[in-house]
């Protein structure tokens, strides 16, 4: 096994992997092959690596949206497990921004991002402040009661960056947020991720072929071969 990736020593360990594995259609397909990782609190670390390397997978089981074969998976030091009831570390710790939105098409940008509050409890006035605040943030405030299919690329991107963080997550998993944009609203939009995940003290992982964007996060990892390889001095 080899060690898990470098943080600085200050910086409480948030995110770790050990050892996982993951592979897909009966073990047809290996794309994990013992990953070690591990993020610090308020760290920004971008994950990098060629296509179908298994960024995403990644992702997905850091957040607790998949299992992983072998190997252990924790947040603030629990343990994920389907023991350890993920959907609740969803609704309560970890945001995530989908590669593909995952927004729902028919419902207006209001409604979608409040779907996340109602499955945490949240109450309908916190929740429409908080909607309120990062909507303007994201210079989405004219656009709450648009359905999303009326949305440009851009604002839905955007959308779905205030959806996962609608509950005030510790952790924000991103997986390609940036990915079918152009170069300017991509960097405009990345702006934004980094101003509200700093002022929030927001650990940030984020997968991106972008090494333009990569270079701006605290630390860079590349994956390949279905394991995490030393970031690069940046
Ligand atoms: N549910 C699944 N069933 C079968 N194979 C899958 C599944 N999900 C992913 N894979 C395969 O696992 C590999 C890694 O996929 P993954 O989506 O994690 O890659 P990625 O690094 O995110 O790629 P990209 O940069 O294109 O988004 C790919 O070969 C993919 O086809
Ligand atoms: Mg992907």
Redesign the pocket.
């Given at each position: 096994m080899t060690p898990p990736t470098s943080i600085p020593a200050a910086a409480p360990v948030v995110l770790r992997a050990q050892d996982v594995w993951k592979s897909?259609?009966q073990g047809a397909?290996t794309?994990l092959n013992g990953v070690d990782f591990v993020a610090g609190k308020g760290e920004t670390v971008a994950l990098c690596?060629p296509?179908?390397?298994?960024?995403?997978?990644?992702l997905h089981l850091l957040g607790g949206l998949d299992e992983p074969d072998r190997g252990l998976i924790s947040v603030n030091s629990v343990e994920i497990n389907r023991h350890t009831n993920p959907l609740r570390l969803l609704r309560y710790e970890v945001g995530f921004v989908f590669?593909l939105h995952n927004l729902i098409p028919d419902l207006t940008l209001q409604e979608n991002c409040l779907i996340p509050t109602v499955a945490a409890g949240v109450p309908r006035p916190t929740a429409l402040a908080r909607l309120q605040d990062l909507a303007e943030r994201t210079g989405l405030g004219h656009r709450l009661h648009q359905r999303i299919q009326k949305l440009s690329g851009g604002e839905r991107q955007r959308t779905a960056l205030c959806r996962a963080l609608m509950n005030k997550p510790r952790i924000l998993l991103a997986d390609?947020p940036t990915g079918s944009l152009d170069e300017k609203t991509s960097s405009v939009i990345f702006n934004l991720l980094l101003d509200i995940v700093a002022k929030e003290g927001v650990t940030l992982v984020m997968?991106t072929?972008d090494r333009a964007l990569a270079q701006r996060c605290d630390r860079l990892v590349e994956?390949r071969d279905g394991r995490i390889h030393e970031p690069q001095p940046l």
């Open positions: 897909y259609d397909i794309v690596g296509s179908g390397c298994g960024k995403s997978t990644l590669q390609e997968a072929h994956m």
